[in-house]
Every structure is written in structure tokens, then in C-alpha cells.
């Protein structure tokens, strides 16, 4: 089945102690996104490729970033991770802007900061 | 203007009711208004979406609501079943543009 999968489903790191994040697709969709979704909270878009094209949100902290090497993974990378970035990370994928956007969910990788 | 406005925060209604969810939007230029459906532990999956252009679709128990005038639309479940409890989210986007803008959630529970 085309899907989207995220790895680890849990992930449990220090204080300060970099953390990165995997997305993989078998979609073939030109745009993958990263939300942030903290407990009973909306999910936040913390930026997305349209292809190799990067797009930040203008209120993501520069301590998150992200890398696409190719069309099927994206990585979300947490340079000092803080308590406050505790929550669960989603990444998403669609087949491009044009028309419904409609998104394809990751299960989640839930980040947990010691 | 960016913000859709969800509520409840949550809900509870007893199996066979009907569970209502409401959203309020404030920016005309949204022309596509999806669901989504989260269970614990699991990203969002698109449940049913609408276009401005009709005021109502239905797929089997779920129902949206379209009111233009008013800058709203609701989620109604019909039947509603313990297998349904589950948190939602309204969103909204202007189609062709890069974002979805979605609410804040509601969970809810269906009591068996």
C-alpha cells in the first residue's frame, strides 16, 4: 500500500541533544510537509518542499530544520532540542498545490525531551 | 483572518445520537473546507471535505453543513458509533495555495 512512514514512532532524547526525525513516502507526491502537534492541540506547519523547493513558515525557530535529498524522504532535524519541543512531529504529503490540497498523514514520531 | 474557529473543545454523545461540530471562518477567500478524523496515536486522515459552491454533502453517516453567508460549516454524525470517538479538525484552504489552516480540534466520545 502507498504510504507515508514516519520512524521512530518514539523518541526519547536529552536536553540540548540533536534529534532527527525521518519521513518516507512510496506516493510519489511532489510536496512534503512537518507539523508540530503538541496535546490536544491543532497541528502547526513548521515548513514543506514542493519538490526541492523549501518553505519556511515565518515563525518556525531556527532551531528546527529540514532536509529532502530526494523525492521519497524528508527529515526534520532538532538542533538543541528544548522542553518546550516536546510533542508529537507529523509529516504529510501531497500530490502538488493545484485543485484540494489533500494531505497524507505519517502515524507520527513522538518526541519526549529529558 | 487566517484562523478557523472549532467547537466544542470536546464532546460526549451517547451511541445511535447525532454528534455536531462547528467551525467559523472569517476569510472569504477559502474555497475548500476538509475534515480530518485523528485516533490516538495516529496522524489525521482526510474524513470528507466541501466546496463553497454547494451547502451540503454527505457520505454515508457523515454529514458537512455549508452556510456561506454566515462564514460556517459543521460536521454532523449521524448514528454515531463508539468507533467514531476520536478527535476532529475542521480546516480550511484557498485552493492552489500552499497551506491548510485547520481548527483547534474536538474530541469526542461516543458513550456505548
Known amino acids: 500500500d502507498a504510504m507515508v512512514i514516519q520512524n521512530p514512532r518514539y523518541q526519547v532524547t536529552q536536553f540540548g541533544k540533536p534529534v532527527t526525525l525521518s519521513c518516507s513516502q512510496t506516493?510519489?507526491?511532489?510536496?512534503m510537509y512537518w507539523y508540530q502537534q503538541k496535546s490536544s492541540q491543532a497541528p502547526k506547519l513548521l515548513f514543506h518542499?514542493?519538490?526541492?523547493?523549501?518553505?519556511n513558515e515565518a515563525d518556525t525557530p531556527d532551531n528546527f530544520q529540514s532536509r529532502r535529498p530526494n523525492t521519497s524522504f524528508c527529515f526534520l532535524d532538532i538542533r538543541s532540542p528544548g522542553l518546550g519541543d516536546a510533542a508529537m512531529y507529523l509529516c504529510?504529503?501531497?500530490?502538488?498545490?493545484?485543485?484540494?490540497?489533500?494531505?497524507?498523514f505519517g502515524a507520527g514520531s513522538r518526541l519526549t525531551v529529558l | 483572518q487566517q484562523q478557523v474557529k472549532q467547537s466544542p473543545q470536546s464532546l460526549i454523545v451517547q451511541k445511535g445520537g447525532i454528534s455536531i461540530i462547528n467551525c467559523a471562518y472569517e476569510?472569504?477567500?477559502?474555497?475548500?473546507f476538509p475534515w480530518y478524523q485523528q485516533f490516538p496515536g495516529k496522524g489525521p486522515a482526510l474524513l470528507i471535505a466541501?466546496?463553497?459552491?454547494?451547502s451540503e454533502k454527505k457520505e454515508g453517516r457523515f454529514t458537512i453543513s455549508f452556510n456561506k453567508s454566515a462564514k460556517q460549516f459543521s460536521l454532523h454524525i449521524m448514528d454515531s458509533q463508539p468507533g467514531d470517538s476520536a478527535t476532529y479538525f475542521c480546516?480550511?484552504?484557498?485552493?492552489?495555495?500552499?497551506?491548510?489552516?485547520f481548527g483547534q480540534g474536538t474530541r469526542l466520545t461516543i458513550n456505548p
Open positions: 466541501i466546496r463553497p459552491d454547494v
Open positions: 518542499y514542493y519538490d526541492k523547493d523549501f518553505n
Open positions: 480546516a480550511a484552504q484557498i485552493q492552489g495555495a500552499q497551506k491548510l489552516v
Open positions: 506516493l510519489n507526491h511532489n510536496v
Open positions: 504529510a504529503t501531497s500530490r502538488d498545490y493545484s485543485g484540494a490540497n489533500v494531505l497524507t
Open positions: 476569510n472569504t477567500a477559502f474555497d475548500y
